[in-house]
C-alpha cells in the first residue's frame, strides 16, 4: 500500500504503547476505586471500624487499616 507521507511507521511499537496505556489507565482505575472504599486513605466504608460490646457500655472506633505517616 503506497502512503503520501514518507513516514517510517513502527506499529508493533504502537500496539505495544497502547497496551501499556491501558494497563496504566487500568491501574490508575483501580487505585482510585480502592482510595474510594477507604482502603489507601482516611475515610471510606471499609476504612472506619467499631466495636460496642454485648451490654453496649462502651465503644471503641478504630482505623481497620494501619498506615504509617
Known sequence: MQHSLEIK??????RVSWI???G?????GVISFLALLGL???GGI???KIQI????????H?????RYG
Do not use: C, P, T
Not at 53 to 60: D, L, P, Q, Y
Not at 62 to 66: I, T
Open 62 to 66: 478504630y482505623q481497620a487499616f494501619a
Open 9 to 14: 511507521e513502527r506499529l508493533k511499537y504502537q
Open 46 to 48: 471499609f476504612s472506619d
Open 24 to 28: 496504566g489507565w487500568m491501574a490508575m
Open 40 to 42: 489507601l486513605g482516611g
Open 53 to 60: 460490646n454485648e451490654a453496649g457500655s462502651w465503644v471503641i
Open 20 to 22: 501499556v496505556q491501558r
